[in-house]
Each structure stands twice: as C-alpha cells, then as structure tokens.
C-alpha cells in the first residue's frame, strides 16, 4: 500500500490533468466506456489516472449493506485493495441504474440489491481490468495474457507498475462484450469475514449525512398539518396564533387540499407554529371506521367463499378430504396494521438550481417515483429534475411509496413558494406513526385434515386483506387475474408436500394507505404456515423439525435447501436439548429466494412472563458476498419481526389512528433478545436477498415456543392477545 | 434571547427563545448534526448528548437550562473511553443505518464513565433508553463489552 500510495504521489504531480475512466452499462445493458470527456453513459465505476477507484451504487444505503457489497464487486474483479474504492451514490437514471428485477424503474426493495447487481458490477470491473492490461501490454509490447492487476499493480513479462498510469491510454480502449469474471476459487474479497463495512466511520462520528442533516444556505423549513383522518380535507385554517412564534413564516393550504404546509425558519419554530395553527377538517370523504371493524370485516372474509381461488384448486373436494379426516384442525388467525417507524423521521430538500430545474436532496430509495413526480408537479422536464441520493436512516419499506408521498408533499410545498428558497420538508415521529402507509391488516383461516397416521390429506386457506400492488406501476408484474401475489406468496408455494390444498383470497376495500413492509406478504404468510404446521405435527405426535422434514422429501432443490437450513438451524441451535426452564420453537421459510430457519428459545410463559433467550438462525442466501453484513441483516430482520409480534399494532377509532409515537408505538429494546446467533449454509448459487428474508420465520418461531409452554397465539400483537413478556 | 453555551471545549453565542430544546440550538443554530432528532419526547436516546459527562436527552432539555454545564456531542467525544467505544464499534461493524449511533456511543461512554466493567443486564438497563430500530443491540451490547476489555488493556 506504501508503494503504492507514494507513487500515486507521484503522479499526481507530473500528470498535468487528470485523465478519468468510467465503465458502466448502455441502456441496452451492454457494458460500455468512455472517457471524461465524452460520458454517455452513467457508470458502474470510475478510475481517474491519479489512481482514484470509486464505485457508484446504485441501490441506496438505508444500513442494508449495498455501499460495502457493490463496492467490494469492483474490487474483486478490478484487482484492487477494498481500502483503496471509494463509493458515491449515482444520481437518478432509469435507463442505467434501473433494479433489473424491476423493470425500467430505478429502486431498492424486494431484497434485491445483491441479486441484480451481482454480475453487472462484477463485468463493469473485470471490462475495466482488461482494458488497463491491454493498455499496459500495448506500451509494453507484450501478450495482454502474461499480465495481472492484483492489489491495484499491473504485472508480467517483467514488467510491473501502478494502474493509474495506463488510465489514459484505456479509455481509448473497447471494453470486451463478455469480460473473462473470475472463478468462485479465486475470490479474495467476496466472501471473506475481512471486508469491513465502507460507511462505519462516517456513521460513528457524527459527520454520515443523512437528508434531514441537510442544512442549505437560506432554507426554509416546512412541517404539514395532516388531516387526523384519510382522506379528511381542509375546510379552513388559522394561523394567527402560530404569528407570534420566531421564525414562523407563513402557513399555506397545499393545491391538493389534503394538508396545510407550516414554513419556518428552523425546525423547532415550525413545529410549534404547527400546533398553534388550528385547522377545520372536511371528513366527509374521509375514513371513519375503527380497526374492530376492520377486523371484524377481515375476519368474516375468510369464513365466506373467497373472492379469488388462488391454487386453482377443487374448494369442495378439498373440503370433503378434509371433513372425512380424523382429525381437524381450524384456525383463524389476525395481523394489524403495522408502521414501519424507521430510526430518522421522512425528510427530503428541495431546491432551486441554476438551470431552472430542481434538486431533491433525498435518502431516496426510489429514484424514478419522486423524479417523475417532481418533473410533473413542478412542471419541469424529466431532466431538469435531479437527485442527490444521501444516506437514509433506515427504511425497512417506507421510503418506497409507489406514489412519492413525502416527496409529493415537499414539491406541493415547494410549488407554493416563489421558489426562491430552498424548502426543507421534516417529519416528526409523530407524522410518521400516524401517516398512513402501514403494512395492510390481514385474516386468515385454515382447515387442515390429519388422517390416523397424522399424515396432511386436505388443507383450506383463506386469506383477507388489502392488496399493496393495485393501483401501483407494480400492478402488472405482481397483479395476475385479479390475485395479488403479495397477498398470497408462501402459501400457494410452499415447498412442503401438501396434498389437497385449496387457497382462497379476498381483496377487501381501502381501509388506509398501505406499503411494502420488511417481507411484505411473509409477514403474515409464514406465521400462518408454520404455525399451523406445527399444530400439525403436535397432532400427529410428532417431533416438529422430523415432521417438516418428512414434508420435505419431494427431492427438488428448494426442498432440498430449505432442509439444509432447517437441520442447521436446529443443530447448531441445540433442538430438542433445551436446558431446563427453558422452551424452544422453530420455524422456516423462503423468501426472495432465500432459506432462512429459527430456533426461539425462550424462558417462562405466557401467563408469568416470557424472555427470548437466545435465537439461532440459518441462512442460505446463495454465494455469501460479505458473511459479516449477512449476519447483520439476519439479527436486524429477526429483531425487527420478533419487536412487531411482542408488542406493536396500529389501531384506529373512528378513522383516527390512536398511536402517535414510541411511547405507544414501542421499539424492540436492547433487553427482549438475550442472544442472536447466525450461521451461513455454504453455497455456489447466485446470491440472493438478505434485507428481508431474515424477518418471516421470527414471529412463529416464537409463537411456536410460547406454544409449547401452553397458550397458542392466532393474533398479533402478542401482548394483546393474552402474552406477558419480561 | 442571547445565550453563551459551553459545548464540545468552545464557548458559543446563540440566539435561541427559551423553551427550546437543545436538540434543535445544537442541530439548527450550531449545525452539529451528528446529535440526532428521532422522537422529540424522550423515548428513543437518538438525541443523547452529555452534561457535565452525564448522558442526557436533548430533546427534552431546554437551552436556558444549561447555560452552565459542559456540553459535549458526538463531534467533541475525545477521551479513552470515547476512543475505546468507537474503536470496538469499528471492529464489530455494530452500524446497519447509523441513524441511533451517535446517541447509542453518546449512552455507552456515559455507562463505561461510571461502570468500567458492565456485566450484561447492567449494560441492557442502562442502554434501555436507546432505540435502534436496525436492532443492532446484540452487537452494541458486544461492543461495550469490547471496550471495557480495550480500555482495562
Ligand atoms: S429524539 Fe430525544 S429521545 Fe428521541
Ligand atoms: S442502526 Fe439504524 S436505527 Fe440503529
């Protein structure tokens, strides 16, 4: 590194300008080049001949991993130290940096970020080494094949020196169409337990920019009184109270009529100023229901015939096995509206540029929703719209609205403004809890029939709930003959062999906004699978892992490594050797095309308290690209999914959502979870999501150990429905 | 009204009516950014800064009130204990998102100031208080066991 670094020293100094290379993909997806000058494209890396390597990330940083994981894609196929690659994240581009899983539309979610990305920044890496070999062996006259780039030194035929001096002359070099990648044997960065997180320095000195860290010259800060209810309008305002606050500027009805926007100098004056202002709510387009009724709704949904049958399958045959069997279970079970409460309240900038477009400063995780809409509120070209993508304080869905809410507000906000200064939009906790965009309510009931053997002979599965993906730009690739796929994904697919299983849906009406939450529709899903299975197998007198893995026995690959990761989990987690005192549960499921097990293992009872000891979890996510991040986004989901069961819904009264903040919308705390293990099965499969897959089988793992201790939970939250925790 | 506040080793003049939390002198007036608004009512630690040494939540500690203390954000920690935290959250890589670690450390230096040695329900009662919403917890509670060994070293 020494050696290195002093010659780029070097250099710097006798080169009179510094020459850039960046490779990247056209919008056909062909790997491209192109030098400073000449930039048509947006691109994947970028080398400037002063020895510089930066990597740009398309996929945002809510503390997922990607800053780390696509950088360490560069510098494995590129040659280079992972110390050595800066990373900046790209501005806003669907043709280039689009989610390849999602179409022409630039985001993160679904647990995507490794898995569309995997080969393209590995070719944009292994096109831009072989173009500076080829450079190096065109200056030193020799076969392009006897040369290497390790630890950022070319070398061969005796030749040996720094990248940075054949930057130049690449980029007047045309990358190869199929860049020679490096075989899984010669990785030295992915996979290794050595490469460190990129972005942990910035984050433990107070210096990680975050958008409400923002601070722009002659700002003005806007917080929006909200209608108390969906869909409530405004009838009328006053402010003459928030007049006398410092730094008030003025309040202003928005075009939609949905919110009043409060303008201040600084954060603390618009808040106040906002609970001085009085508002007259119009409600009568608004909802009025309360949640029981919601509830209610949902619940007789699933006793009725469904809407939609989803497996295809014979209703009444299914039932009839199911009635002829010997033993029956029935159950119906209650999800409630979640929020998603990420750690740093929405938040986003927007500002006047020099060209007469703007600029969202934004941790966006959506860049083609908020540009589209910002581009037509504003009324700007597509063009005269940028942005600038700074870290996000978590997300875990709710940056990724299909409509850009919040940014939707700040542009209205905006557009009210002569647009002379730039305007700051702040949420408070607050706006957040009440705000709509929950993770829908949703009912199930299940009819599973055992004959005298405890072998499944029928299964009838009902699901009610709000669809998230109707309506949305989504609709098309997840919406298919009415059924929305988020509703449903991991029942109608479950890899166990089940014979004779209906599934049925119903779609019921609006109640609130909904969105995306950390798994979507496994959030529910796979607390209804494996809490069912494993009322099974209690039935059928069986040992819970034996009778999954009897259901397991159908010899396709995803049975076979949704195995792999039960028998792992149950090793290493000590399945059936619980010490005294102490009770287990376990659970598994696919998701995003990852394998992820949990063993719960908890003290006490429902009716004396309960403690989560320790939880032991197995994934299989394909090739583990950063093991360390993999583990971190297992015991982050775990937690985020455990903390929602034990404590949290969202409830409303006549409309009115009735928890405000984390008071009574209570995070998961450092005590709930005595211990997280996490152990990675080995694989050469693609690697696939992490974000999310960790979260699904959390919650019946724990049901299922409660279980055992005697009181079976069917409705979330836990301590709502007859659970103490400790 | 006209304040003179102690912060991070510096006198600094503010303007700032009374009844405002500190948070937003430190966030808005200082831009010191580091200390972080989550819940404005106590509840989630984002906000901790220290008095006197004494972890404290900004956001319900209004400016008028501290005139006289020393205070101390994320940008001013420099003690070997501050060192030790940050130097054992860099070897666990405890951040997901980030956002509560400025007041996460902020909590754990004021633990390790009183309490050298924690033992784990001393750690998870005094840190209670701080919400992380990633559930980075099993590796912030390593980490202050990390550097409690780094700092007896
Ligand atoms: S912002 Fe102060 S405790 Fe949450
Ligand atoms: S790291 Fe995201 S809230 Fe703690």
């Not at chain 1, 001085?276 to 608004?286: C, K, N, T």
């Not at chain 1, 009735?658 to 209570?666: A, H, I, L, T, V």
Request: glycine share 10%.
């Amino acid at each position: 590194m020494t050696l290195n670094t002093s010659r780029r020293g070097f250099l710097k100094s006798a080169a009179a300008a510094v020459a850039v290379l960046y490779v990247g993909a056209r919008p056909d997806g062909a790997i491209a080049a192109a030098n400073a000058d000449g930039a048509m494209l947006n691109p994947f890396v970028k080398i400037s001949s002063d020895g510089t390597v930066t990597a740009i990330v398309k996929h945002f940083e809510k503390g997922q991993g990607p800053a780390t994981g696509l950088t360490t894609l560069i510098a494995e196929e590129l040659g280079v130290p992972i110390e050595d690659v800066d990373y900046e994240f790209a501005p806003s581009d669907a043709g280039t940096y689009n989610n390849l899983l999602f179409g022409p539309f630039q985001g993160t979610g679904g647990s995507t970020a490794m898995a569309n990305s995997f080969m393209q920044y590995r070719q944009a890496g292994a096109a831009a080494r072989d173009m500076l070999l080829q450079a190096a062996a065109n200056v030193w006259d020799v076969d392009m094949a006897e040369l290497s780039l390790e630890d950022g030194v070319i070398k061969g035929a005796g030749h040996e020196a720094p990248l940075a001096e054949f930057v130049r002359a690449a980029a007047g070099i045309t990358p190869a169409a199929e860049p020679r990648l490096k075989d899984p044997s010669e990785f030295r960065l992915i996979g290794s337990a050595n490469v460190r997180r990129k972005d942990t320095p910035p984050k433990i000195n107070g210096t990680a920019m975050y958008a409400m860290d923002l601070h722009l010259d002659n700002q003005m800060v806007v917080v929006i009184a909200h209608s108390p209810r969906m869909g409530g309008l405004v009838a009328s305002f006053d402010e003459s109270d928030a007049k006398g606050i410092k730094g008030f500027i003025r309040a202003a009805e928005l075009p939609n009529k949905a919110s009043v926007a409060v303008f201040a100098e600084n954060t603390w004056a618009a808040l106040q100023a906002r609970d001085a202002l009085s508002v007259e709510w119009d409600f009568s387009a608004a909802e009025a229901r309360s949640s029981d009724a919601i509830r209610d709704q949902l619940i007789a949904a699933v006793t009725a015939d469904p809407e939609y049958n989803v497996s295809g399958t014979d209703q009444a045959e299914v039932a009839a096995r199911i009635d002829g069997a010997s033993t029956v279970l029935d159950e119906t079970f209650y999800f409630p509206l979640l929020a998603h409460a990420p750690m740093e309240p929405l938040t986003c900038t927007i500002e006047a540029t020099a060209d007469g477009g703007v600029l969202l400063h934004d941790g966006c995780q959506m860049p083609t929703g908020p540009h589209m809409a910002l581009s037509q509120i504003l009324q700007l070209p597509m063009e005269k719209v940028q942005i600038n993508t700074l870290f996000a304080g978590g997300s875990f869905g709710r940056r990724a609205t299909p409509d850009a809410d919040y940014q939707v507000e700040a542009a209205l906000a905006f557009a009210v403004t002569d647009r002379t200064r730039p305007v700051k939009l702040v949420w408070s906790r607050e706006d957040d809890i009440t705000g709509g965009y929950y993770r829908p309510a949703f009912a199930h009931r299940v009819r599973v029939g055992l004959d005298d053997s405890g072998n499944i002979v029928g299964w009838d599965h009902r699901i009610a709930g709000q669809s998230i993906m109707k309506g949305t730009p989504f609709e098309s690739f997840i919406v298919h003959d009415g059924v929305d796929h988020s509703s449903i994904e991991g029942v109608p697919d479950s890899p166990y062999n089940i014979p004779g299983q209906f599934v049925g849906l119903t779609d019921v009406a609006k109640a609130t906004t909904v969105l995306w939450w950390r798994s979507v529709g496994h959030t529910h899903t796979a607390y209804v699978m494996e809490s069912m299975i494993d009322m099974a197998a209690k039935a059928a007198g069986r040992d819970p892992v034996d009778f999954r893995l009897a259901l397991l026995e159908g010899g396709d690959k995803d049975q076979a490594r949704i195995a792999g990761v039960l028998k792992l989990a149950a090793d290493k987690g000590g399945w059936g050797k619980a010490a005294e005192g102490r009770t287990q549960g376990i659970a598994v499921h696919k998701s995003f095309d990852s394998y992820v097990a949990e063993v719960v293992e908890i003290s006490g009872d429902a009716d004396t308290g309960v403690q989560i000891e320790k939880v032991t979890c197995a994934v299989d996510c394909g090739i583990a690209v950063n093991p360390d991040v993999i583990k971190a986004q297992m015991e982050g989901g775990i937690g985020y999914g455990l903390g929602h069961a034990m404590r949290d819904e969202i409830t409303l009264t006549d409309g009115e959502v009735d928890q405000s903040n984390f008071p009574d919308y209570e995070p998961l705390r450092i005590g709930d979870i005595g211990a997280i293990e996490v152990h990675i099965l080995p694989s050469t499969e693609p690697p696939t999501g992490v974000g999310e897959p960790g979260t699904p089988p959390s919650a019946p793992a724990l049901a299922n150990a409660i279980a055992a201790t005697g009181l079976r939970v069917t409705a979330l939250p836990m301590i709502n429905n007859g659970v103490e925790f400790m | 009204m006209a304040l003179t506040l102690k912060l991070n080793g510096e006198t600094r003049d503010v303007v700032a009516e009374p009844g405002t939390p500190l948070l937003w002198v430190i966030r808005d007036e200082l831009k010191l950014t580091g200390t972080k608004f989550g819940c404005g009512v106590a509840s989630c630690g984002a906000c901790t800064v220290h008095l006197d040494g004494e972890p404290v939540r900004s956001c319900q500690t209004y400016v008028e009130d501290v005139e006289d203390a020393e205070i101390t954000t994320i940008e001013g920690l420099n003690s070997d204990i501050s060192a030790a935290v940050q130097q054992a959250w860099t070897e666990l890589d405890v951040v997901q998102c980030g956002y509560c670690q400025s007041g996460q450390i902020m909590s754990a230096v004021g633990l390790l100031s009183e309490n050298a040695k924690p033992t784990v329900e001393e750690i998870d009662l005094y840190m209670d208080g701080n919400a992380c919403r990633c559930a980075t917890y099993q590796r912030i509670r390593a980490a202050i066991q990390r550097a409690s060994d780094i700092m007896e070293a």
